[in-house]
């Protein structure tokens, strides 16, 4: 069976806004649409997703669009699509529901225990391609992806590298640093413990783990961007310029269950761009 890309559709501004994305994605990646309307409303009335099928195909009339309703528990349901996507998008964190769940639990759900990327966007959010510049031509803001300097993953930085990649546009890394210590005046605060550096033009100082994806991705032009303080509020601001950031999961596992760790969290309920979510470890 070919890669998908896999929408959850619901009646929610949210649901439509994920369906539009996610169209545009699996037009640029050359893949089938999916969306799935899962629920467990024996009499579930299907407009929502017959909605959503329209003005896909409208809009996308190449597209190969599947559609159909699920009668099971939205989060196991699309979990099982996901087995055959590239990635599942969905309505952000509380924007309204799938099958009569508040949507914040069905997408914080989705994201824990995925083993595909989930890439949630802002209700009423406009992809760039129905963006317009001055001229009328469309316009692509950067990709922005959050990195852990000590321990960085590959899974993460592909899908950063590729989605700049395909948007032909550039990618912003945003790391943390340490502060100065104040008993130290001459210790470096850029330097982060068991992180290897590598100097570029400019004065940015990049770690040595983007070389190996700055050759597979020659085209993808990379800004580094050295923060003090909460990763998940710099994220949430830079996200106000980003047609997409990207982070890591974990899957960390708490006495309640899997659950995101605070910087997904914070991205996730005050960015302003859809927030990719890639599994790893």
């Known amino acids: 069976m070919p890669r998908t890309i896999t929408v959850g559709v619901g009646g929610s501004p949210g649901s439509l806004a994920a369906a539009d994305w996610a169209a545009h994605e699996a037009h640029r990646r050359d893949v089938p649409l999916r969306l799935v309307h899962a629920t467990q ?14 003005r896909i195909t409208r809009r996308h009339p190449g597209l190969s669009v599947d559609a159909g309703r699920v009668a099971a528990e ?28 508040p949507g914040g639990s069905v997408a914080l759900a989705v994201v824990t225990r995925s083993r595909r990327p989930v890439v949630l966007v802002p209700g009423g959010h406009r992809p760039d391609e ?25 899974a993460v930085l592909e899908f950063a590298f590729d989605a700049a990649d395909r948007r032909a546009t550039g990618l912003r890394v945003v ?7 104040a008993h ?16 570029v033009p400019g004065g940015h100082v990049l770690p040595d783990v983007l070389r190996t994806w700055q050759e ?4 993808v032009e990379v800004a580094e961007q ?56």
Not at 74 to 101: H, N, T
Not at 216 to 219: A, L, T
């Open 41 to 54: 409303r024996a009499a579930a009335e299907d407009g929502a997703l017959t909605e959503a099928v329209a």
């Open 74 to 101: 939205p989060v196991s349901a699309l979990l099982r699509a996901a087995e055959d996507a590239e990635l599942v998008v969905l309505g952000p964190p509380g924007a309204g529901g799938i099958g009569g769940l």
């Open 130 to 154: 129905d963006r317009a510049g001055a001229r009328g031509a469309t316009t692509t803001a950067e990709v922005v992806v959050g990195l852990e300097l000590t321990d960085p993953h590959d």
């Open 175 to 181: 790391h943390g640093r340490r502060e100065p210590d």
């Open 184 to 199: 130290d005046p001459g210790a470096d605060a850029g330097a982060v413990p068991g992180a290897e550096m590598t100097a």
């Open 216 to 219: 597979k991705f020659p085209g």
């Open 226 to 281: 050295a923060v003090i303080g909460t990763a998940g509020t710099h994220l949430a601001e830079a996200s106000g310029d980003a047609s997409l950031v990207v982070v890591g999961h974990a899957g960390r596992r708490t006495p309640l269950g899997r659950a995101v760790g605070p910087v997904t969290r914070a991205l996730l309920h005050h960015g302003s761009a859809p927030v990719g979510v890639v599994p790893h470890g």
